[in-house]
């Protein structure tokens, strides 16, 4: 199993790191260590001060793939939820003025956490999906999959260019505007549209 993700792809939160808008989807790979154990708390690393939570929706791929068409896309997953990809901002920044690889600051270990997964056929739609993410009761990130600059069935494409995808194979779709940082105590919550599919607490 691996962990693909997909960077700046939301408008908003590029302006909001002051990023460049890319030409095709920026992708990165965490390994299966990076998966947080179901039930287990996120316990904030020592060799950082800036945890950030980015709330993403998650699609897992149920069969081998290998450079499939969008239009055959949808045939390759049946099931969605909200993940949070953690990342160290402090370090990343760090390692982005030297144009060094975000590995350090993005696949350490327990920085991938996954909700409970809902049958796709339950949503009148994954091209306008609403989600949300809330911080301590309050909502902090907020968007709908029609934000995206590229679609779920298009991220899969894109991805199976690079990477055979296999069966439990999980891809992060990218976040929206509203990432912050997280703090012990703090608890988080993600909802696909009303729906609560991820409850986590932080440590």
């Keep these: 199993m691996k962990i693909i993700c997909v960077g700046r792809n939301y408008v908003e939160h590029i302006a909001e790191l002051n990023n460049e808008r890319p030409d095709e989807p920026v992708l990165f790979i965490k390994p299966d260590s990076a998966l947080l154990a179901k039930d ?41 939820s ?14 982005k003025e030297k144009g060094l690889p975000w590995e350090k600051a993005k696949a350490f270990d327990n920085s991938a956490v996954i909700g409970t997964f809902i049958a796709k056929t339950e949503f009148e739609s994954l091209v306008d999906l609403p989600f949300s993410f809330q911080q301590n009761g309050q ?26 995808l296999k069966k439990g194979d999980l891809i992060f779709t990218g976040t929206p505007a509203g990432v912050g940082k997280v703090n012990p105590g703090d608890i988080l919550e ?4 009303d729906r609560k599919v991820l409850h986590l607490t932080v440590k």
């Excluded at 950030?52 to 099931?79: L, Q, R």
């Excluded at 993600?190 to 549209?193: A, T």
Aim: without cysteine; aromatic residues 16%.
């Design 82 to 95: 909200l993940g949070i990809d953690f990342t160290a901002r402090d370090i990343q920044t760090k390692l």
């Design 190 to 193: 993600g909802f696909l549209v």
């Design 40 to 80: 287990f708390p996120f316990v904030i690393p020592d060799f950082s001060q800036d945890i950030h939570y980015e709330a993403e929706v998650v699609v897992k791929i149920t069969k081998v793939g290998k450079y499939i068409e969008p239009k055959f896309a949808h045939k390759y997953y049946d099931e969605v």
């Design 139 to 164: 909502v902090v990130q907020q968007a709908t999959t029609a934000q995206m600059i590229w679609n779920i069935d298009e991220l899969i494409a894109e991805v199976s260019k690079y990477f055979m």
